[in-house]
């Protein structure tokens, strides 16, 4: 191909997290590392072995209008107030781009869980004729996109990636995709999780992924550390505003970042389980790095998907080591959100973005003992308070059960 | 048996509860659609509502003929006890 690759860039940026109702709330609350984890208290946990979630720092009711939460999934509701801020945020809506030339990207993991299973209590209780008629609407997996495209007023295609922990990476890298082919002038990407409810729970507990350390909340979520012992699920969502950057300078935009490159492989593997050596999530690193046209020397930080489960951080920091070796400055920033599942690639590329902005790395929280994993003991995991640092290149890598690997490169404005 | 007044108010009350609409505007002449932006699917909401406030049920094809807040003031007048 002889044409040239677009430029993209990072002009907005919005989110709803355990750690605060927006981004600038949730960035100083990671910096300060304060913990958005907490036990749930409700009777039906009694019985669960695990007991601890990372709940939104403020409740969606304070954010959006009472009629129109009415008729949206809480992972609507979420979705739809990080775009907004994101939206806001960019200056795009006073750009005079045709509502034809803007698109929305917004994976989910789970899709309206809150409201199949609410309904389904209904139906049990009540019958078929007391089944919301929202009720399909509020549980469909593109629900939030078709929110959010809505909310924004776009009409140039709404997406919805679903590749579980990965959804909102990938919905970044579709994003990116979708500026380059020049199917679209503007594109809000972005990722959005809201499942906290008992069945969930349970599954997630059945397949013994999550952390048990129910008396210790803040410390449950421990990624790398030798005592880890599982995720602890989080709601929330992260949105990014996506331009080519000529036009982005054009009409005098704020840059925070570049979106530099991407890279997407399959695991091929285990329908769950990561590749023990972290082959397909080494190989998606290699593959945006090299996308994005520069070298492992160029990458000064990782913001790792690190869950903090016993197999996957280890497959992960083997990935790591493999694709970029150990001069990278590591962050596992879910030891304080959480895992937001399909959120969670949208929410870290957040903080890779601010880390290249503000030029300093946010700490590891709980990073007690490493693992003696030969790859987690040559990874260089800022713990204790974040690094100032000189940053020009940062990696965001997301895995998500069936195999999906993303990884996403971000570089200074 | 409730009065025209007494089924406007509840009728109002639902509007509100389901549709945003301020009760001052929820007077007989006004349109769902048009005036008071109710969409079809608010409009099977506001059914549901309505048979629970007034035991008045409204079937689907009779759904189709209320166009106004008279027409489902009616409705209900003529259908309930």
């Not at chain 1, 399909?136 to 997406?159: D, E």
């Not at chain 2, 049920?57 to 807040?69: Q, R």
Request: overall charge negative; some cysteine.
């Amino acid at each position: 191909m002889s044409t040239p690759v677009a430029d993209v860039v990072v002009t907005g940026l919005g989110a709803t997290t355990p750690l605060g109702g927006d981004v600038a709330s949730t960035w100083d609350a990671l910096l300060a590392g304060r913990s958005g984890v907490s036990r749930i208290t409700d009777d039906w946990i009694k019985e669960y072995p695990a007991q601890l979630v990372a709940r939104l720092a403020t409740d969606p009711a304070e954010q959006i209008d009472r009629v129109r939460a009415r008729r949206l999934d809480r992972s609507q509701q979420v979705a739809v107030i990080a775009a907004e801020e994101a939206w806001r945020d960019s200056g795009a809506a006073d750009a005079g781009v045709p509502a034809e030339r803007v698109a929305v990207v917004i994976g989910t993991g789970i899709g309206g869980a809150l409201t199949l299973l609410g309904q389904d209590d209904v139906l049990e209780e009540k019958g078929p004729k007391r089944v919301s008629p929202f009720t399909i609407p509020m549980l469909m997996p593109n629900g939030p996109a078709a929110a959010v495209g809505l909310a924004i007023g776009a009409k140039g295609g709404v997406h919805a990636p679903v590749s579980a922990c990965a959804s909102g990476a990938e919905a970044i890298r579709w994003g990116l995709d979708l500026l380059r082919f020049d199917r679209a002038d503007v594109v809000l990407v972005g990722g959005t999780e809201a499942c906290v409810h008992p069945l969930p729970m349970a599954g997630f507990a059945a397949m013994r992924a999550m952390s048990t350390r129910n008396d210790e909340p803040e410390r449950a979520s421990r990624p790398f550390d030798k005592a880890r012992d599982g995720f602890v699920l989080g709601e929330g969502a992260a949105c990014i505003v996506l331009e080519r950057a000529d036009a982005a300078k054009a009409r005098g935009a704020r840059i925070h970042a570049r979106l530099a490159g991407a890279g997407a492989t399959a695991d091929g593997y285990d329908l769950v389980a990561p590749h023990p050596e972290g082959e397909g999530a080494g190989r998606a690193i290699t593959a945006a790095i090299r996308d994005a046209g520069l070298t492992t020397a160029d990458i000064g930080h990782v913001n790792a998907h690190a869950t903090s489960t016993p197999v996957g951080d280890t497959a992960e920091a083997a990935a790591i080591q493999s694709s970029l070796g150990d001069h990278v400055l590591v962050s596992a920033t879910k030891s304080q959100t959480g895992h937001l599942l399909g959120a969670a690639g949208a929410l870290e590329s957040i903080f890779t973005i601010l880390a290249l902005r503000e030029q300093i790395v946010p700490a590891t929280a709980n990073l007690e003992n490493p693992d003696d994993d030969a790859a987690v003991q040559a990874l260089d995991i800022v713990r204790h308070e974040p690094r100032r640092t000189t940053l020009t290149a940062a990696v965001n890598d997301s895995f998500g059960f069936g195999g999906h690997n993303i990884a996403l490169v971000f570089t200074t404005a | 048996m409730p009065s025209t007044a007494d089924i406007q108010a509840g009728l109002a009350e639902i509007l509100e509860e389901v549709a945003g609409v301020t009760p001052a505007d929820a007077t007989p002449e006004k349109s769902f659609t048009d005036d008071l932006d109710v969409d079809s699917l608010s409009m099977v909401e506001i059914a549901t509502a309505v048979e629970d406030k007034f035991g008045v049920a409204i079937p689907d094809d009779e759904l189709g003929n209320i166009k106004t807040v008279g027409d489902a003031i009616s409705y209900i007048e003529k259908n309930q006890g």
